[in-house]
């Protein structure tokens, strides 16, 4: 193994030397308790299924968001940065979802549509495509039109066309949307979650707030982000050295 | 026959193209030159029916083929798939024959990253005469390649044709190059109006 590739596993080490640290310095396991004292709680969780039906929750109110969010903000660009006039009309309306608390949205989407799980998912989703959009419309001004024309000459099939030519020239822009996606959506399914679900990480950690458990917060809080770090690991990296393979030939 | 009749061509209120007309018979090979910036580069986009913002008509077949100033390949796509995903009826034979005419039979499954400048050209010219075209446009199809191997890519081209024999129309700056492939040349020359053919 080489040093580079040790880095990150080094540098997880790292932080948790200095969270021993500071749990030592505070000795106090009500406030901050040792990686250590988490174990036992953990296994309990696991044991009893209620860390797994709350992490499948959160789980999958996180995927449907990113669908969304994906599916509509990658469209939503790519019509923004192929028509200036369709730009001119929403690119304030960019701006002000962009500026948009994320708070304001959820708050709203509970008011409007009640506590469910539809108003949880859209609030997400809303929250997310504009940056979306914002990253694909730069990737739809990018577009090659020497490619573009000889799509045409060359009577590319619609299909074709969508697969070979456009698909790989945006791949790297929706790829740095989905992976900065995925890091803020289920950041904000938790603030959902928190306001008004009774499932997910994000209930759980209200209710271990709620009494004052910090050991519970981070087991919930952990778990969630070591599921996070598979699916950056384990899906989106390895997709996007795929479809980046001819860059590096 | 191809038929060229274009009345006027702007880009906003500016004039770049006058009343331009011509023909080019099947088989027929006709150079354009003209000065740098005169508007031949658009007169091919004309032709080639990728800018249709124009007055006039022309009448051109259905099967072109072109080959750009730069190569304009799919560089996330291997070099047999530049030639398959352009022409889908293309069998596999066709296409590994179509790249040994140009010498790449052994870059198939090579990327047009881990090509040369001259290969990718080459690669550039079997995509287009890999679809039979009935109409072969070229845009300054020679420029910014060393001499041998512009000297390389003018053979090919010119056997290529011999070969098909399809309507040819390309760009050059080169009288020497318009003087060995084409039958006609035809110059364009500026007026208030926009280019317009001399003579």
Known sequence: MTVERLTPFLSICGLLLLWLAAAFLTDDPQILPTPFDLLPLFGTELASGE???????????????????????????????????????????????????????IVLCYLWIGLSETAAIIAVTLNKIPNVALVVREGARALDPNLDALARIYRMSG????????????????????????????????????????????????L?????????????????????????????????????????? | ???????????????????????????????????????????????????SDFIGQ?????????????PTLLPW?????????????????????????????????????????GQQRRLSLARAFAGKPDLLIMDEPFVSLDAETAETMIALTEALIAEQNPATLFVTHSHSEAQRLAQRVLTLRATAEGAVLDG
């Not at chain 1, 109110?61 to 940065?81: K, S």
């Not at chain 1, 904000?188 to 679900?197: A, H, K, Q, S, Y």
């Not at chain 1, 982000?225 to 598979?230: A, S, T």
Request: proline share 4%; hydrophobic share 55%.
């Open chain 1, 51 to 105: 860390l797994l039906h709350h992490l499948g929750a959160t789980l999958l109110r996180v995927l449907w968001a990113f669908a969304l969010a994906m599916t509509l903000g990658t469209v939503i660009g790519f019509v923004m940065g192929r028509s200036e006039n369709v730009n001119r009309w929403l690119d304030p309306w960019l701006v002000i979802f962009l500026n948009l608390p994320a708070l304001v949205l």
């Open chain 1, 159 to 206: 299909w074709s066309r969508l697969r070979h030519v456009l698909l790989p020239q945006l791949a790297p822009f929706i790829a740095a949307a989905a992976r900065g996606g995925v890091a803020v959506i289920w950041k904000i399914v938790l603030v959902v979650e928190f306001l008004g679900r009774s499932s997910g990480i994000g209930f759980q950690i209200h």
């Open chain 1, 208 to 249: 271990y707030f709620q009494l004052f458990d910090v050991a519970m917060v981070l087991v919930y809080a952990l778990s969630f982000i070591c599921v996070m770090l598979v699916v950056e690991w384990a899906l989106l990296q390895p997709w996007e050295r795929r479809v980046s393979r001819w860059r590096r030939v």
């Open chain 2, 1 to 51: 026959m191809i038929r060229i009749a274009i009345q006027s061509k702007h880009f906003d209120t500016v004039p770049v193209l006058g009343e331009i007309r011509f023909d080019i018979a099947p088989g027929e090979c006709v150079a354009l030159v003209g000065p740098s910036g005169i508007g031949k580069s658009t007169l091919l986009r004309l032709v080639a029916g990728i800018d």
């Open chain 2, 58 to 70: 022309i009448d051109r077949p259905d099967a072109i083929a072109m080959v750009f100033q730069e």
């Open chain 2, 77 to 117: 796509r291997s070099t047999l798939q530049n030639l398959m995903l352009l022409h889908p009826g293309l069998e596999s034979e066709a296409a590994q024959a179509a790249l040994q005419k140009v010498g790449l039979s052994d870059k198939g499954s090579a990327f047009p990253g881990q090509l040369s400048l």
